[in-house]
């Protein structure tokens, strides 16, 4: 499998971080390094193998379906780049 | 007097403190000395000598009642990765920069609890995700030892190298770290200290910043192996903010040092001989062998064959916990946010933030995450990663069920690198760094690196020691064997 500019310029949209153009060839060209790395991987029989959910085998706990914090809206909103009137502040989400 | 304080172990000195030939205040200032006198180092990224003496004081008025345990008026160094109340904690990450969380990491809180003094946060590669502390936005950690009498800078090791640097030079009795792929015990080997991943769950990762989290564990990084089970029982517990973290009782891991490892089976796995592996770590490991045999262990050869493919499957794994733990840096909530221009909306305010606090290794790691966890790939990438980590964990448990109690294997493929060595090889070679490692973290399993010698240029080495999931007082009852059989005591000549 080998990874083109474009599909490297999709990943990284999807990932939500911006590269410039100039930069893809070199982005390209490492995923392709670290894939081929990992395409080792196809040289294992995983037939009838499944695949491993949780590395101890553990039931997760269970508790009781209620509240147990909150009321913290300052300490929540203390290290926001960018708060006003209790809420988190973005830039405009929907024209 | 001062430097030799500072150069105490966790056991001489609690000892010292309750026998009050030493005050926590006394140990705790000689060590901000040597911290403020090893800027060169670069350890410690963040130095909280307020907090520090404040509990100081207090460990002492506690020792004075005599209700202390062994951790209290110890003073540690903290990884920057441990959220730490009110004190900046931001994973050596620009993206994190100015975050001051409002809460305690479960672990930290432990030691707090516990008596332990906090000298400071310690550097590491940005997000844990690096093998020589390179990618760390404070600048490169530097180790206190040097080949001989040439004066490169070499590198402590990561994703732990403050840690580790801090401990080796004697800045601080201990600190912790945090493994993933080998982030403790590759340090740890080198810079010719003992470092100890406990099984997946002992530690809780509240409050850890995450990585990968079914890989994450916290540990110890110490002088010696006693110090290293001193440490983990106070780092340990049952934590119901983490559901992974285990509800089993936490052993006194420092009763079970007796050396006595008289009957014991310990492993060699054929499979961790590696092409191109230097002579002397091959020789080092000989040498474990011999001193284990001497102590009276049985040693067996296994098999593992699964081997070769636990880096290729971490790096499908780890990246992909990765992208998705890390999909919360979005300039939100905490740490950086990008200036925008006009007309961004909030698409751009994520990708220009996530570009500009991101560091170059970490973006690559999200994006290699977000490519196999994407539609189409998933099964092809992320599925059989996951099937063949079972098949890598099913190696242990079938040596284990042979009667092996503990796998012998060298820490690392060589000794400490220089800075800036590997700048110019792909990223690949870099994560060779923890071929040996990282089948532990993807089993679970508790493992532990000891130094066992110096190399020819004068560098530490360390071994490793596998353990059976949740038997870590055994573990450390035969690294603490092999430590007194190998008698390391070289210590790094000082020129920061």
């Known amino acids: ?95 | 007097m001062t430097n030799e304080l500072t150069k105490m172990t966790i056991a001489t000195a609690r000892d010292a403190l309750r026998a009050g030939e030493v005050t926590s205040v006394e140990l705790t200032e000689a060590c901000l000395t040597a911290i403020d006198g090893a800027d060169a180092l670069n350890a410690f990224v963040h130095k909280t000598p307020d907090i520090a003496l404040e509990r100081a004081r207090a460990a002492d008025d506690r020792i004075k009642a005599g209700e202390a345990p062994a951790m209290c008026g110890i003073p540690v160094g903290i990884k920057d990765l441990f959220c730490t109340s009110g004190v900046p904690s931001q994973a050596a990450s620009g993206i994190l920069d100015g975050f001051r969380p409002e809460y305690e990491s479960t672990v930290s809180q432990n030691l707090a609890d516990a008596g332990a003094v906090m000298l400071g946060k310690l550097n590491m590669d940005e997000f844990a995700m690096g093998s020589s502390n390179e990618t760390s936005v404070y600048g490169n950690a530097v180790n206190p030892w040097r080949r001989g009498d040439d004066d490169t800078n070499l590198t402590p090791g990561g994703s732990s190298g403050g840690s580790a640097s801090a401990v080796a030079a004697d800045l601080c009795l201990a600190a912790t770290g945090t493994d993933t792929g080998g982030s403790i015990r590759q340090p740890a080997a080198f810079t010719g200290i003992t470092g100890i991943k406990p099984t997946y769950g002992r530690c809780s990762r509240w409050g850890i910043v995450a990585f990968a989290s079914s890989l994450d564990q916290a540990g110890p990084m110490t002088k010696d192996v006693r110090d290293a089970a001193i440490m983990l029982g106070a780092m340990c517990s049952h934590d119901p903010k983490d559901s992974t973290s285990a509800d089993l009782p936490v052993p006194d891991f420092e009763a079970a040092l007796t050396g006595d490892i008289k009957g014991k089976t310990i492993g060699i796995p054929r499979e961790y001989h590696m092409d191109g592996m230097p002579q002397e770590i091959e020789d080092l490991w000989t040498r474990g062998k011999e001193m284990l045999a001497d102590a009276g262990a049985k040693i067996v050869d296994i098999t593992l064959p699964h081997t070769k493919y636990a880096l290729p499957a971490y790096y499908v794994i780890a990246p992909a916990e990765a992208s998705s733990n890390l999909a919360r840096y979005d300039g939100v909530r905490y740490g950086h946010r990008a200036k925008l221009a006009q007309g961004d909306g909030i698409t751009e305010m994520y990708e220009k933030t996530r570009a500009e606090g991101f560091g170059d290794e970490v973006k690559r790691r999200v994006m290699i995450g977000t490519y196999v966890l994407s539609a189409g790939f998933y099964d092809a990438y992320y599925n059989r990663a996951r099937k063949v980590r079972a098949l890598i964990k099913k190696d242990f448990e079938d040596v284990f069920a042979q009667g092996v109690d503990a796998i012998l294997t060298p820490a690392t493929p060589s000794a400490a690198f220089g800075l800036g060595e590997m700048k110019d090889a792909d990223p690949v070679r870099m994560y060779l760094n923890d071929v040996f490692t990282v089948t532990v973290n993807l089993a679970g399993l508790p493992g532990i690196a000891v130094p066992a010698g110096l190399d020819k240029q004068g560098l530490p080495l360390g071994l490793q020691l596998i353990g059976r999931p949740w038997e870590e007082a055994d573990l450390l009852n035969t690294a603490y064997a092999l430590e007194q059989a190998a008698g390391f005591v070289a210590k790094p000549a000082k020129w920061w």
């Open chain 1, 1 to 95: 499998m080998s990874i083109d500019e474009g599909t490297a310029a999709r990943v990284a949209k999807l990932a939500r971080i911006k590269v410039e153009d100039a930069e893809l060839p070199a982005l390209a060209k490492e995923f392709n390094t670290i894939l081929g790395f990992i395409e080792q991987l196809n040289e294992v029989d995983v037939e009838g193998v499944e695949p491993m959910t949780s590395v101890t085998p553990m039931r997760l706990k269970r508790r009781e379906d209620v509240v147990t914090d909150g009321s913290q809206q300052d300490k929540v909103l203390s290290n926001a780049p960018d708060a006003r009137e209790g809420f988190f502040a973005v830039p405009k989400v929907v024209e």
